[in-house]
């Protein structure tokens, strides 16, 4: 598994890049307090406004908080919502998808249930959520991950479907092995590819929905700095000061840029066609 | 059969190699063939012995990349065809070269009719209007014997079977009225009694239209009953060349010989003991085989010594219309297999 | 000579989803009878060869026995014990007497698994070996299947298909099972690998006492390793027998077409054989012919044949053909 | 006999698929329900103002019938709902089913265009990049594929703004003008947001064309359309592409999801008055019932597209009309 990673980043310069654009990210975020220079809630009634200078690097905004720091404070809200996601998401699909591969009883109600909340486009979804729970980080997270859980699952039951009528799982049954050591010795390892390759790229959903919902006023509460907040609030003045939303509308976009190359590099690294498996 | 007449198909010392990450692998190294009009000649291998590389460079049809023809010459009708454009290069496929392949059920579109595929042929390559066609159609359906040709037509490849699909093939090749066909591996995805009605409607196809075949196939069993002439392929070389029946009696190379006493045959009288082994060839081909310094079958032949492997054998002439690549075989010349 | 394996009166379906037309015409959903009635022994330390076309059944029959199917009908005894219907948890211990080999060897080991932990897992399920004494017996027996012993903590795609043949036989051997289930064990290989493999497998036979179900389509295979034979067509054995009888005196058209069929490599004994070939394909395993099977594409068919099911009969010597006009 | 039979098959299928997102549908209106179920606030309470009394209220509760079970205000609602009849405005008073018609035109041409924009880019990238993969055009269509997968739709909405309404102000920078005011200022309002939207939806689409189209062109029956002579065009439209179809079409399926949520976005950065402003204005001002139905209308709309492209593969394939 380790290996594999190892050898996708050899192999793939644009997931190198992707993985080391992201690390940088994400110690950003960290280290937010040291990194950023201006409290990013602190208002400069006098410097509105600001064009991007060597004091303010991507300006004010009309209130004259700093757009750098509310963007270095603004990534710790995407990392975090991101990996939560991620996580939750490719565990709890994880978990219902083999449970639907594997108990047919419950592959009827699970995947009757997952087609209806798939049927709801996800940003709906999640801005319906919301509405029931009230913007907040947390319902955000939970939003997004019901919008994304569907999708995990699919992917996990198809696989085991798939790999339950492989040859070699047949070869283990007349071995003498059990479902439950077959479940874990041979099916868990060969999911955990398509897992970690879906794993980035619903991490990069999440950042992205979570940008779109605080955009149109349905996410992270206003006074929180996140990179939808920052955008939807520079929108009013954006023909006087585009740098509101331009900045971080870059930053945004460079990261789910290289959480997709590094997905994409994953994903090409672990196919059996580039790897010389067949 | 090869005569004085002028040959149809000539390839000369033609050299394929494939890129690959590990570097790059000679497929095919230094392969001749001629083939006369109404002659069958087989061309026969095990996996990775080039036979199917050759066959698709005749039409030159190997994807470049990762593929490409390094050298040689592939002449049809004394026209090269490597110094043919594209279009030029089109105008000969499928009208004076055509080929059917292995597996009949992936050959053919799953979402287009038979009648749409044959059609196309026939419409690219000598126009007519959609009665002309379609009557054409029906007639070389029914040439391959396809009952109930004008139903047959509007159907799709999932409604036929196997030998079906197959006969369909062999009718979309025949469509233009090729000069020579190449059958790659025409029955090995086909039952062994499905297998025997098309070698038969192949050879009586030879018979009456007077075209020459290139049957490309690994079952030496298929060549001595089909070709007139064989061509035996190991590791992207030639090893040998000759008429069927003389080089399956003598094979002048140790490869032909493991390769007939590695088979089974039906034909063989059984011993007593039930558990007679078969010959072995030791090892696998070497996948460097194409390029190796010395004769590629060394690693595995029981009669090669340190000369065999350091050089590499010509084709040598050993008997009438008999070619071998092999410094021993005046040794096999006595012993029969 | 008491049976190892006894299979009598085998079916298997496989259905299809009734469609809303036949539901409206009131018709039973669909099945494919890929097995219909398929009884066969195999003695200790004996080969039985089973040999027909692609989609006869005879993969299916296989994997019956294996319980990689659950049989629909008919019996499968294991020295005198009936494991058609026993629960998973009940089958499982009996499974190491019981192994396979599969066609495709490259499908049948786990990519993502060293080829040593392949052959260890059924030692691991089926014995008391552990640790270094495990590691020195999975060593052992890739020495005996002609592998390095410092080849097994590598993976599946370092091989060749003739290497990775071998590794499925090292795990079907390991355990040391009565019988096993060879399901066209060479028939993706070479022909030069093709003996290797078939000499192996012959050898290991002699050595452990080993048992074959010996399953393919090429009959100069099934000739060359088999005791018995029994040919397979739709879903039924249409002539069972002594290797040497099917072969050299075939009562069944159907065994006599196919025989005739396989091309003959000395020219000087083709002649000889006098051809059947066989016009027509395969009927539909899904709507078999009535009476004979095999009547839609026989030779020798009369009226009876398309009425009436014909009854094996034996010939003597266990040679027994199901045919109204035996050869 | 023989072609009714097929006929009969055929209109199976298509009960069949329509029968089967019958269910879907109903979970949907279970959900979609249950938002509203859910919601925090008391909606008597709202109506009835702050200076109602306890009373009041239960008695506006009564009449709105919030105090009967989940069910049978389930019940309820859902016949409502089959009648057209999607409930009022928590902040206009007025029918939401009147609310969402008013603003339905701009949406379907927004959607409608961009999905034109879309398919008209995705569809001759994905297949030219397939013919030569690792071509400069590959990795230039590839690149672009994953660069439309990471730019959120407002991003390329200002970055278009600012370089063509702003920068160069050959287009408005936003507004709507209707299709009956006439079809020049119609486009010249479209053209941005269309193209925004329309460019991003490519990627997905030009990337599973690629995909499926690199799995068709290794087949075997390729290699016989070349042995017979076929121009490579002929070659890739005519034998690749057709088989590739139905992944291409799933995707433009799928991938209506995602226009969806970019429609919501688009409107409002571009201020049209559609149906997605109308969820955003919905969302700042807590109007439940208007949430709830235009969650309804798009998510009925994404199962009846869904459908139709199911019922769309028996012409891409025949083997899927048995």
Same mark, same amino acid.
């Given at each position: ?28 975020? &960290? ?150 050591? &077959? ?32 955009? &149109? ?12 907040? &920052? ?48 | ?337 | ?327 | ?322």
């Amino acid at each position: 598994m380790n290996a594999g990673v190892a050898q996708a980043m050899r192999r793939h310069r644009g997931a190198a890049v992707g993985a080391a654009l992201l690390a940088a990210m994400a110690l950003a975020a &960290i280290a937010a307090p040291l990194i950023a220079p201006i409290d990013p809630q602190l208002i400069a009634p006098f410097d509105r406004l600001q064009d991007p200078d060597a004091r303010y690097w991507f300006g004010t905004d009309q209130i004259g908080r700093d757009v750098f720091s509310r963007t270095v404070y603004g990534a710790r809200v995407s990392m975090m919502v991101g990996c939560v996601v991620a996580l939750t998401a490719i565990f709890s699909g994880l978990v219902l998808g083999l449970l639907a591969g594997f108990i047919r009883w419950v592959d009827g109600i699970l995947m009757r249930v997952m087609d209806g909340l798939m049927a709801i486009p996800s940003i709906l979804l999640a801005i319906a959520l919301v509405a029931i729970s009230g913007p907040s980080i947390r319902s955000i997270v939970i939003a997004i991950t019901i919008a994304e859980v569907p999708r995990v699952t699919r992917l996990v039951r198809g696989q085991v479907i798939a790999l339950r009528g492989q040859l070699f799982i047949e070869a283990a049954t007349t071995a003498g092995t059990s479902v439950p050591v &077959i479940l874990y010795r041979h099916i868990v390892p060969n999911l955990l590819a398509p897992l970690l390759v879906q794993a980035s790229y619903v991490f990069a959903a999440a950042v992205m929905t979570e940008a779109v919902l605080s955009f &149109i006023g349905a996410g992270v509460p206003p006074e929180t700095p996140s990179w939808g907040n &920052i955008i939807s609030e520079g929108r009013t003045v954006f023909q006087l000061a585009p740098h509101i939303v331009l900045f971080p509308s870059l930053v945004l976009s460079v990261m789910v840029l290289s959480v997709n190359i590094l997905g994409d590099g994953l994903r090409d690294a672990f196919d059996p066609r580039f790897t010389g498996q067949r | 059969m090869s005569g004085a007449q002028q040959p149809l198909l000539v390839i000369d010392h033609l050299a394929v190699e494939f890129r690959g990450r590990d570097g790059t692998t000679r497929a095919v190294d230094d392969v001749s063939l001629t083939l006369h009009a109404g002659e069958i000649l087989a061309l026969v291998g095990e996996s990775g012995s080039g036979k199917s590389v050759t066959s698709l460079a005749a039409l030159r049809l190997i994807p470049d990349p990762p593929g490409k023809i390094v050298s040689g010459t592939i002449e049809l009708d004394g026209i090269d065809l490597a110094s043919l454009d594209d279009r030029a290069l089109r105008r000969v496929r499928g009208k004076d070269l055509a080929m059917i392949f292995q597996d009949p059920m992936s050959s053919l579109n799953p979402v287009l009719t038979i009648g749409q595929q044959i059609g196309e042929a026939i419409r690219l390559h000598e126009g007519g209007s959609d009665q002309a066609v379609r009557a054409r159609i029906i007639e070389v359906l029914e040439l391959v014997r396809i009952p109930q040709a004008d139903m047959r037509i509007d159907q799709y490849p999932h409604q036929l079977s196997g030998g079906m699909r197959q006969r369909v093939m062999i009718a979309m090749a025949l469509s233009c009225g090729p000069r020579v066909l190449i059958a790659d591996e025409p029955t090995t995805a086909l039952d062994v009694t499905i297998q025997a009605q098309i070698l038969a409607l192949l050879r009586d196809l030879r018979e009456r239209l007077g075209m020459a075949i290139l049957l490309i196939t690994h079952d030496l069993g298929v060549v001595a009953e089909n070709a007139d002439r064989v061509i035996v392929l190991y590791g992207g070389r030639k090893v040998e060349e000759g008429p069927v029946d003389e080089l399956i009696r003598h094979p002048r190379h140790p490869y032909t010989r493991g390769l007939l006493g590695s088979m089974p045959h039906l034909d063989s009288a059984l011993s007593e003991d039930a558990h007679a082994r078969l010959v072995e060839i030791p090892g696998a081909v070497p996948h460097n085989a194409g390029s190796l310094p010395g004769c590629g079958f060394a690693a595995r032949c029981a009669l090669a010594d340190d000369h065999c492997r350091t050089n590499r054998p010509p084709l040598t002439k050993v008997g009438a219309d008999r070619l071998s690549a092999c410094w021993k075989h005046d040794q096999l010349a006595e012993g029969s297999a | 000579m008491t049976a190892l394996l006894e299979v009598t009166g085998l079916v298997k379906r496989f259905a299809h989803p009734r469609s809303l037309i036949d539901r409206l015409r009131g018709r039973p959903a669909g099945a494919v009878q890929a097995v219909s009635g398929v009884s066969l022994t195999i003695a200790a330390n004996e080969t039985l060869g089973l040999v027909g076309e692609s989609g006869c059944g005879k993969s299916t029959v296989g994997r019956c026995i294996l319980r990689l199917e659950q049989p629909d009908g008919g019996t499968i005894r294991l020295d005198g014990e009936d494991i058609s219907q026993l629960p998973e948890a009940r089958l499982r211990p009996l499974r190491r007497r019981l192994q396979v080999v599969f066609q495709d060897p490259f499908a049948s080991l786990n990519p993502r698994r060293s080829v040593g932990e392949a052959v260890a897992e059924p030692l691991r399920n089926f014995t008391d070996l552990r640790g270094a004494a495990l590691r020195e017996e999975v060593a052992r027996l890739f020495e005996r299947v002609g592998l390095r012993r410092d080849q097994i903590d590598r993976f599946p795609h370092e091989f060749s298909g003739g290497q990775r043949q071998r590794i499925g036989i090292a795990r079907a051997i390991g355990p040391r099972p009565d019988l096993i289930i060879l399901d066209e064990p060479v028939s993706a290989l070479d022909v030069s690998i093709q003996a290797q493999v078939v000499n192996l497998l012959m050898d290991l036979q002699d050595e452990f006492r080993l048992s074959y179900l010996f399953i393919a389509h090429d009959l100069a295979v099934v000739r060359h390793i088999s005791k018995r034979v029994a040919v397979m067509y739709l879903g039924q054995i249409v002539e069972t027998g002594p290797r040497d009888a099917v072969f050299a005196r075939p009562r069944h058209p159907y065994t006599a077409a196919l025989l005739s069929a396989a091309p003959i490599l000395d020219p000087a004994k083709r002649s000889a054989a006098e051809r059947i070939i066989l016009t027509g394909d395969l009927p539909s395993p899904s709507n078999p012919p009535s009476g004979c099977r095999f009547h839609t594409r026989c030779p020798f068919a009369q009226g009876v044949c398309s009425t009436t099911v014909p009854p094996p009969v034996d010939a003597g010597d266990g040679h027994i053909a199901a045919c109204h006009f035996p050869l | 006999m023989c072609a009714a039979l097929s006929v009969l098959a055929m209109l199976e299928y298509v009960l069949r698929r329509i029968v089967a997102t019958i269910p879907v549908l109903l979970l949907v209106a279970i959900i979609v329900f249950s938002l509203l179920y859910l919601a925090p606030g008391d909606p008597a309470a709202v109506l009835a103002g702050d200076q109602a009394s306890a009373e009041e209220i239960a008695r506006i509760r009564s009449s709105l019938g919030l105090d009967q079970s989940f069910l049978q205000r389930f019940l309820q609602w859902g016949g409502g709902v089959l009648r057209g009849d999607l409930g009022q405005s928590v902040f206009s008073g007025r029918p939401v089913t009147s609310l969402i018609a008013q603003r339905l035109e701009p949406t379907i041409a927004l959607t409608v265009l961009s999905l034109l924009v879309a398919l008209l880019i995705a569809i001759p990238l994905g297949v030219l990049a397939a013919w030569r993969p690792g071509s400069w055009l590959d990795r230039g269509a590839m690149g672009f594929a994953v660069l439309g997968f990471s730019v959120p739709v407002f991003v390329l909405s200002y970055c278009l703004i600012l370089l063509l309404a702003v920068a160069l102000p050959v287009l408005p920078v936003q507004g709507y003008k209707p299709l009956m005011d006439g079809i020049g200022p119609f486009l010249r309002h479209m053209i941005l947001p269309a193209f925004a939207l329309g460019v991003l939806n490519a990627a997905l689409i030009a990337r599973t064309t690629r995909a499926a189209m690199l799995e068709v062109l290794r087949q075997d029956y390729i290699r016989t359309a070349q042995a017979k002579g076929l121009p490579v065009m002929r070659v890739l439209i005519g034998h690749a592409l057709k088989n590739a179809a139905i992944p291409i079409v799933t995707i433009i399926g799928i991938s209506f999801a995602m226009l969806i949520s970019g429609v919501v976005v688009t409107e409002t950065v571009f201020n049209i008055p559609g149906v997605g402003r109308l969820t955003v204005d919905a969302i700042l001002r807590r109007d439940y019932p208007v949430i709830q139905g235009v969650i309804l209308l798009f998510s009925v709309a994404y199962v009846l597209l869904n459908l139709l492209i199911d019922l769309s593969y028996g012409l891409f394939d025949p083997r899927i009309r048995l």
